[in-house]
């Protein structure tokens, strides 16, 4: 009877656990929950817009503001793609695409899409060799548009290797709510073998920052 007693004493305990679970899920759910519920909204949308077809937008500009509101467009519609985790925030984006390309201007970005200096090691597909190093064994790889050359961009941050750091950093930020910029383009220090680049690329951000007040006053 003792027995029955204390089972019966368990099973209800587990009830009331369940129960109070079920509850602070429901009204106050934990991140696990909301990045759930999150997702699964925003893969909705996602699926949405593809249905609807919407295309990528023509890449067109003549001067430094019309590049930067190109690429932000460009980035707009990338983004209708990507799930809040896997997005890239615009301000490192534009600041990299503006020191490797000086706004669109450079040869790589004018002949070959490229806006960031993106290499390949297959010199099969299309390429533009460095007029410093034409016997070298890369190329620049050549994009047939440059809303293309960014979408490949992000895929190399989303997905390789060496910047593991940077995603791990970026989802930790998103967790808190808090994007800092600044810190997170700390993380890119592989992108390019300059020593300065992170330097540099936060330069440009604050730049660009200081630009955009100046330009709204």
């Known amino acids: 009877m003792k027995n029955l007693k204390s089972i019966l004493t368990g099973k209800l305990l587990l009830l009331v656990l369940i129960i109070v679970s079920f509850i602070t899920g429901t009204f106050n759910p934990n991140f696990f929950t909301i990045d759930k519920i999150e997702h699964k909204i925003e893969t909705k949308y996602i699926n949405e817009a593809k249905n ?28 209708f793609s990507l799930h809040q985790e896997e997005r890239i925030p615009k301000e490192i984006i534009i600041a990299q695409a503006v020191l490797e390309s000086y706004y669109g201007t450079s040869r790589f970005a ?4 490229n806006l960031f ?24 790889k050549v994009f047939k548009t440059k809303c293309d050359c960014v979408k490949y961009y992000i895929k190399i941050l989303n997905n390789h290797p060496a910047f593991l750091d940077f995603r791990r950093t970026r989802t930790t930020m998103l967790l808190n709510n808090n994007i800092d910029t600044l810190k997170l383009a700390e993380k890119l220090t592989k ?15 604050l730049n660009l920052r200081d630009e955009r007040i100046q330009n709204t006053n």
């Not at 004018?110 to 899409?113: C, K």
């Not at 297959?122 to 890369?138: R, V, Y």
């Not at 992108?191 to 951000?205: L, P, Q």
């Open 110 to 113: 004018v002949q070959g899409n």
């Open 52 to 79: 609807i077809g919407i295309y990528q937008p023509e890449f067109i500009y003549q001067n430094k503001k019309q590049f930067i509101e190109s690429l932000e467009t460009c980035i707009n519609y990338l983004n």
């Open 191 to 205: 992108f390019a073998t300059d020593v300065e680049y992170v330097s540099k690329v936060k330069s440009t951000i």
């Open 117 to 140: 200096g993106i290499r390949t090691w297959d010199l099969t597909e299309d390429h533009i060799k460095p007029f410093n190093n034409k016997d070298s064994t890369f190329g620049v």
